[in-house]
């Protein structure tokens, strides 16, 4: 989805000025509701303290937003792209899916891990100042409204203008005689054979419930007896969810099953069926010493990932009682972890509806093309990207350049140059069928010597990663695993070429993961270059990667987690003496996340000091921006669209020498503490110019994005004081390709 950086902010004080100054002169109107005092927490000095004094005082309590909470305001900006109803039809569908499947994740992870610390008693207070158990209570609540809003979207708005569009999504009683008919037919030769019926008695016990299944508990009665009883009936997994009754007519899958239950229970009488669903914890820990064990041991995680305790139960808002209690004895499951919904459960089930051709109903076609630079060499067969690359460096930007044509073809032109002698590689997540992988396989093969660093605890990737490892292998390329106790998460290519008496090294270092189909949905810069420093510094750290080397110092990278946090801190930290001493001083930083604390507390420095701060953050953000004494000089901006806002780029305005870093890493501590992690600079002067402009557009007041408060609320901001659109910036990018594209046609 930087020419004045302060533009749009609220000025800061004086940083000389004392804070009794600025407690006494606090506005009225920065009292915010649920905002705490933060002035209060600054303990004040006297006027003739000096700024280093100043600069050690300690920071605020209060001051940083609860991490689980800014998740669950993140998920609710997809949930108002699907109630926009400016957003295409069968796009809001897939918004819908979308704030489903994001919340299953966060129940399997997020929730599951606190619970799992509050059971063993190692839970801590969070940064915002909550207790575990205040969080988790937080999250039951607030989940429970949004799920609310979620199920009435697809009710009251979604569905019905689905049905204006003559795409029905109906139940089985909306269904017509020939329809019903149709479907039996289908449910005897398709649904009935792989159907499994578990009886729940004193010789059957309560079936395990595999996590995100969906499920029918059934009540049945013997007519003999007179005893009623009940069972699980499990819809399959693997079928398709919504069958079509006739063209553009859908029903759900439970309810063909559900209409033909007597056909499973022949001489029983069946009484009432309901709908419930389980979430579980599938978060993996995985903790061995050696590359071999660690295969192994994951697999075997792998395997007992899915017997994980419940953490969630969603069933129809029209369960009986007695089936309900049933189901919250037999999950030892809490009564607030309990979530009613009216049916149908698990709208994820709405990403099929991405496949319905319809284009009128979706966002105009997009197709990326080949980056100008590489353009120019594309009319050879085959393009000769190194040829480009010795001309200059060139920043991509996925998905407005093509990735099949620029970082796909580099390392397929590498697999097939017979010059190229050595291919380094990350692989964190990768298609089912890649190319890459393909390419490095083709490398092995003809004689190349291939290094794959493949990260096999990508969390929900393990068991793909796990196969392209072994496959890998088989090929004869040099697999490794990392470095014990961290996770590879940095995007990095290197490639070793013989030209003429010399070797020359060619490098990518990307934002997002080599994964083709991804990188048309996914925002993500990446640089290739052929950069002496790059080429070396990659060498290093592939060497550290496999080997035993201990360097913790690059010539034009940052590395996590020895150098990352520390090099950015120092740089924050040097925009503020530049702003005390009258020079160009400016931050600007686009994340995923904002949580760790240290980079929080020093862009809080910096802001006190007058430096301007914008945040570009698409998801969780525990920094307070606009607090008076501490930071009304940073704002926080999130754009939301068709694409997934998912690069990170640190500028800084360095007293008027402008630095810009790009890489993989957010800001949490995962990133820095437990993660390789990788920034590369950007020298080209116009490469800089370009994200400045990027940046800049990202967080303008004239383009469209939600606004956090001090509160920690965000507030959708779509349409200026008149009522007129404001400025999409990826409709803005697409449209800017197009016309290139067609200036280069002409």
Request: hydrophobic share 40%.
């Amino acid at each position: 989805m930087s020419q004045s950086s302060g533009a749009g902010t609220a000025q800061g004080h004086d940083s000389t000025e004392p804070v009794g100054f600025i407690a006494a002169h606090r506005p009225k109107a920065a009292v915010v509701a649920g905002v705490p005092d933060l002035t209060q927490g600054l303990a004040a000095y006297d006027g003739e303290a000096t700024e280093d004094r100043a600069e050690e005082e300690a920071l605020p309590e209060g001051r940083f937003l609860d991490r689980e909470r800014s998740w669950l305001a993140f998920n609710e900006r997809v949930l108002e792209l699907a109630e926009d109803p400016s957003t295409p039809l069968l796009e809001r569908a897939g918004f819908l899916a979308i704030f489903a499947s994001n919340l299953d994740e966060f129940f399997m992870v997020r929730v599951a891990g606190l619970k799992r610390r509050i059971a063993t008693g190692v839970a801590t207070r969070s940064a915002s100042g909550l207790q575990p158990r205040e969080v988790l209570e937080l999250i039951w609540t607030r989940s429970r409204e949004l799920m609310a809003r979620h199920a009435a979207c697809y009710q009251q708005d979604v569905a019905p203008e689905l049905a204006d569009e003559g795409i029905h999504l109906i139940r089985w009683a909306e269904l017509t005689p020939k329809e019903q008919g149709r479907l039996f037919t289908l449910f005897r030769q398709q649904i009935f054979p792989v159907l499994t019926p578990l009886a729940v008695d004193p010789a059957h016990p309560f079936p395990y419930i595999s996590g995100l299944s969906l499920n029918l508990a059934v009540v049945v009665r013997n007519p003999v007896s007179g005893h009623d009883h009940f069972a699980r009936v499990k819809v399959p997994p693997l079928l398709p969810r919504f069958l079509e009754a006739s063209p553009q007519r859908y029903v759900p899958l439970e309810d063909v099953i559900a209409a033909h239950l007597e056909e499973l229970f022949p001489g029983m009488e069946v009484l009432a069926h309901h709908m419930f669903r389980v979430t579980r914890n599938e978060d993996l820990e995985v903790e061995e010493d050696d590359a071999e064990n660690l295969l192994q041991a994951l697999e075997k995680e792998l395997m007992r990932r899915r017997f994980g305790p419940p953490v969630r139960l969603e069933v129809e808002e029209t369960i009986d009682p007695y089936v309900l209690d049933l189901l919250v004895r037999e999950l030892k499951i809490s009564d607030a972890e309990v979530y009613p919904l009216p049916g149908p459960l698990d709208l994820t089930a709405l990403f099929a509806l991405s496949s319905l051709d319809r284009p009128e109903l979706k966002y105009p076609k997009f197709v990326a093309g080949t980056h100008r630079d590489l353009a120019e060499v594309e009319s050879s067969s085959p393009p000769d990207i190194f040829a480009a690359l010795r001309e200059r460096d060139v920043l991509l930007h996925h998905p407005y350049d093509s990735f099949s044509t620029s970082v796909q073809a580099f390392l397929e032109q590498a697999a097939a140059d017979p010059d190229v002698l050595a291919i380094k590689q990350t692989l964190y997540r990768t298609s089912g069928d890649s190319p890459i992988v393909d390419a490095l396989i083709d490398a092995a093969e003809s004689g190349k010597q291939v290094l794959v660093l493949v990260e096999i605890k990508a969390r929900f990737d393990e068991q793909a990663n796990i196969k392209w490892a072994r496959k890998l292998e088989e090929a004869g390329c040099h697999v490794v695993y990392g470095l014990v106790g961290l996770k590879t998460h940095c995007k990095l290519s290197l490639v070793v070429r013989q030209e003429g008496e010399t070797l020359r090294r060619y490098a990518h270092v990307g934002t997002g993961n080599y994964h083709p189909k991804t990188a048309r949905l996914y925002e993500d810069f990446g640089l290739l270059t052929a950069d002496p420093q790059v080429g070396a510094d990659l060498s290093d750290l592939f060497n550290r990667l496999s080997g035993y080397s201990r360097r913790e110092t690059y010539r034009r990278l940052l590395v996590a987690p020895r150098s990352l946090r520390d090099g950015l801190i120092s740089r924050i930290a040097k925009e503020t003496a530049h702003q005390r001493a009258g020079r160009p001083a400016s931050i600007r930083i686009k994340v995923n996340s904002m949580v760790d604390e240290a980079v929080i507390d020093a862009l809080y420095r910096a802001a006190r000091a007058g430096v301007p701060v914008d945040i570009w953050v698409r998801g969780i953000c525990a920094l307070r921006p606009g607090v008076v004494g501490l930071s009304e000089n940073i704002r926080v901006r999130s754009v939301l669209g068709r694409f997934l806002e998912h690069s990170r780029v640190f500028a800084f305005g360095n007293g008027g020498e402008p630095e810009v870093w790009l890489g993989s890493a957010d800001m949490m501590h995962r990133n820095l503490d437990r993660r390789i992690e990788a920034l590369v600079r950007v020298t080209d002067p116009a490469h800089r110019a370009s994200l400045s402009r990027l940046l800049e557009l990202g967080v303008s007041d004239h383009t469209a994005s939600w606004h956090l408060g001090p509160d920690g609320n965000w507030t959708r901001r779509a349409t200026d004081a008149d009522g007129r659109p404001l400025r999409n910036v990826q409709e803005m990018l697409i449209d800017a390709r197009r016309r290139r594209r067609g200036t280069a046609t002409a």
